[in-house]
């Protein structure tokens, strides 16, 4: 299975007021969207042939909410891309790592698999294959 970084994504208070110190530091464009069934709103910018996505909630639940009143602004996530979901979740799973939670639909059709963080020190990591770019 090979691995690739495929996006990193960090959660911030205020979207528009995050945008353009990225947008500055990486000199890339931006791609703006909502995704509902994870309670945010969304810039992405293209780094290569990998991502950084920056997540504001827009609810006070969900995953993302929930760990910037825990943790405050900052990494919220790894995302490590692969060819195949299910061919790299079996192989995971016979090593005894094991997904958290169902699978999901991300931005631009990815499909998405958080993996537990207990093996990764607390460490939220997820597989995606994406749908396209």
Do not use: K, Y
């Not at 299975?1 to 007021?17: G, I």
């Not at 090593?95 to 931005?107: A, Q």
């Not at 698999?113 to 997820?126: E, H, R, S, Y």
């Amino acid at each position: 299975m090979a691995l690739t970084l495929h996006h990193l994504t960090f959660v911030v208070r205020d979207l528009a007021a995050s945008v353009p110190q990225w947008a500055t530091l990486l000199g890339a464009p931006i791609a703006w969207e909502e995704l509902p069934q994870r309670g945010v709103r969304t810039a992405r910018f293209a780094l290569g042939e990998s991502w950084l996505v920056l997540v504001e909630p827009s609810g006070a639940t969900g995953v993302p909410a929930e760990h910037l009143a825990r943790q405050g602004e900052g990494l919220l996530l790894m995302s490590l891309g692969v060819e195949d979901l299910s061919a790299g979740l079996a192989r995971l799973a016979g090593v005894g790592i094991t997904p958290s939670g169902p699978e999901r639909t991300g931005l631009r059709g990815w499909r998405i698999q958080d993996l537990a963080t207990d093996p990764f020190n607390g460490v939220q990591i997820q597989l995606c294959e994406p749908g396209s770019r």
